[in-house]
């Protein structure tokens, strides 16, 4: 298992602004795999201690936020899935038909609907 990394660190706060109970499960997550698909990538999560977690009640975590990176023409989305009240795994998605490999080298995340 891997310690979670900056960019996986900074989406799962991006999605606690929106499921503030996440915030108590960060601390207590790490990556079992890393799944690029070429347009998108799974990042599969467990956790390491699962005392005093708030459960959360939804089935998607979404977020008002944009990946952008260098080469990537529209952007990136994401969303967390949650599986018996615990975060199971981030998906990252492509819009747009840009292939992409996984590299988030200079990522940044913008707000969706500010015009920058």
Request: hydrophobic content about 40%.
């Amino acid at each position: 298992m891997d310690k979670l990394n900056v960019f996986e660190l900074a989406l799962l706060f991006a999605l606690a602004e929106n499921c503030p109970g996440l915030y108590t499960h960060i601390d207590k997550l790490s990556v079992v795999e890393r799944e690029c698909t070429g347009v998108g990538q799974y990042i599969f999560l467990n956790y390491n201690n699962e005392t005093d977690l708030l459960l959360i009640s939804e089935d998607i975590l979404s977020n008002d936020k944009l990946i952008e990176i260098k080469g990537l023409e529209v952007g990136l989305g994401f969303v967390g899935n949650v599986n018996e009240g615990k975060l199971s795994n981030i998906e990252i998605f492509v819009y747009g038909s840009d292939d992409w490999n996984c590299d988030y080298t200079g990522f940044r995340l913008k707000d969706l609907g500010l015009s920058q």
